[in-house]
């Protein structure tokens, strides 16, 4: 199955501080390459994704960058605000496929006022 | 809201007991997916249905069992509980593509 590691575990941030968390994986074929926000108490939420066609995708404060040939994609958060603070994961994936599905490990955002 | 339902909200049961789960999928999607998250623990994928039937399996152990009805709805068996069983338990629904998951509020399962 795909191998996903995802940096940093944790992260803190002055508020309007920009964030990065970057997200590698193993799978060759993976082509679709979405970001989740878990904020304490709820299920995981997609904020944005990307698919392998495409190597950059902005909406407004958040974006994430492709980078194929190294196999990692990282998540941008610019001008963090404390609403920004939660668990972010990565899942890479092929698209339509039944296997295994495997998602980062996470990492803890907590955005300082 | 993710239009994806889960009940029940949380669960309080003992040792060696019997639970069941639910899970009520977005309108119109046909995948349902259940994951556990154990304390400081990432999502662990358990086991995807397609159209009522088994389309992949994770780290899903014996004791447990799910199945997806001819309405969609899902549920998550869990027997023989032990203390380690106690997780958040998480569905989520996807489209025909099998692209973006939606989840659910998750059901808070524990074990004493």
């Known amino acids: 199955g795909e191998n996903v590691e995802q940096h940093p575990s944790t992260l803190s941030v002055q508020e309007g501080d920009s964030a990065v968390i970057k997200c590698t994986y193993s799978d060759s074929a993976s082509n679709y390459f979405p970001w989740y926000k878990q904020e304490l108490g709820k299920g995981p939420q997609l904020i944005i994704d990307?698919?392998?066609?495409?190597g950059e995708k902005k909406d407004q404060r958040i974006a994430v960058t492709l980078n194929k040939t190294a196999k990692h994609f990282s998540l941008h958060i610019t001008e963090t605000q404390p609403e920004d603070s939660a668990v972010y994961f990565c899942?890479?994936?092929?698209?339509?496929?039944?296997?295994?599905?495997?998602f980062g490990s996470g990492t803890q955002l907590t955005v300082l006022p | 809201d993710s239009g994806v339902t889960q009940t029940p909200k949380h669960l309080i049961t003992a040792t060696g007991q019997r639970v069941t789960l639910r899970c009520s999928p977005r309108?119109?999607?046909?995948?349902v997916y259940w994951y556990q998250q154990s304390l400081d623990q990432g999502l662990q994928f358990l086991i995807q249905y397609y159209n009522g039937e088994e389309r992949a399996k994770g780290n899903i152990l014996e004791r447990f069992s799910a199945q997806q009805f001819p309405d969609l709805h899902s549920e998550l068996n869990l027997s023989s509980l032990e203390l380690g069983d106690s997780a958040l338990y998480f569905c989520?629904?996807?489209?025909?593509?099998?692209?973006?998951?939606?989840f659910g509020p998750g059901t808070r399962l524990l074990v004493l």
């Open positions: 899942a890479p994936r092929r698209a339509g496929s039944a296997r295994q599905l495997t």
């Open positions: 989520a629904s996807s489209g025909d593509s099998q692209e973006t998951q939606y």
């Open positions: 309108s119109g999607d046909l995948s």
């Open positions: 990307i698919r392998s066609n495409v």
